[in-house]
């Protein structure tokens, strides 16, 4: 699984890679997250609020800070 | 990288023109247009929301009101918003008093009606500023 957060560095995108990284753990699951900076990139996944989070290449979540538990929900699913 | 490149502003209040064809269609986009230089509303893409992209999608739900302008009674706007699970808030330029095909489109007419739905919110932003809203 490829999760990758979208947003170009601030203390919302770091908050949302926390979590991220938090639920992967607790899930004990394989994954790999990956940042998307870059705003040409992150447009091109049709993205206009950020913080987002893309699970396998799709969009699952923009323009909120998911808690721990939500990414939970939304990976193992 | 920079942080004032940050899109993680609030998202606020969404406008989706219908931007058809039509001289009411036009009016629509120029009016959502309008809305957003003054600050009133975040234009976004309708086409997105209709070709069902996610990252669209995902965006639009973050905000706090989704307003569809239309131009006629086909509610083109509306309809696109509803079928992928979206509630706008809706103005139809037909009730508003503007014909398809009968309508002059033009700063006078873009105004009045962007005030109509701001709330009156575009004009005064013209009385703040001399240059009129936004400077324009």
């Known amino acids: ?77 | 990288m920079a942080e004032n490149n940050c899109m993680c502003q609030e998202s606020g209040v969404l406008i989706f023109p219908c931007s058809g064809g039509s001289d009411v269609g036009e009016l629509s986009d120029r009016v959502a247009r309008k809305m957003a230089k003054c600050g009133q509303a975040k234009m976004f893409c309708l086409a997105g929301i209709g070709a069902h992209i996610p990252g669209m999608i995902e965006s639009a739900k973050a905000a706090n009101k989704i307003i569809a302008i239309d131009g006629c009674q086909v509610l083109c706007s509306k309809k696109i918003l509803e079928h992928a699970g979206f509630t706008p808030i809706s103005f139809n330029l037909k009730d508003l008093g503007f014909e398809k095909g009968k309508t002059k489109v033009d700063d006078d007419t873009i105004e009045k009606v962007a005030n109509k739905i701001s709330g009156g919110k575009v004009e005064k932003d013209i009385s703040r500023n001399s240059g009129g809203c936004c400077g324009n």
């Not at chain 1, 993205?47 to 969009?59: E, K, R, S, Y």
């Not at chain 1, 808690?67 to 699913?77: A, M, Q, R």
């Open chain 1, 1 to 77: 699984m490829k999760i990758e957060i979208l947003g170009v560095g601030c203390p919302k995108c770091k908050q949302l890679t926390a979590n991220a990284e938090a639920a992967v753990k607790e899930l004990n699951i394989q994954a790999e997250i990956g940042k998307v900076t870059d705003i040409d990139k992150i447009t091109e996944y049709g993205v206009m609020m950020t913080p987002a989070l893309a699970v396998d290449g799709t969009v699952v979540s923009a323009g909120k800070v998911l808690s721990k538990d939500e990414i939970k929900k939304l990976i193992s699913k």
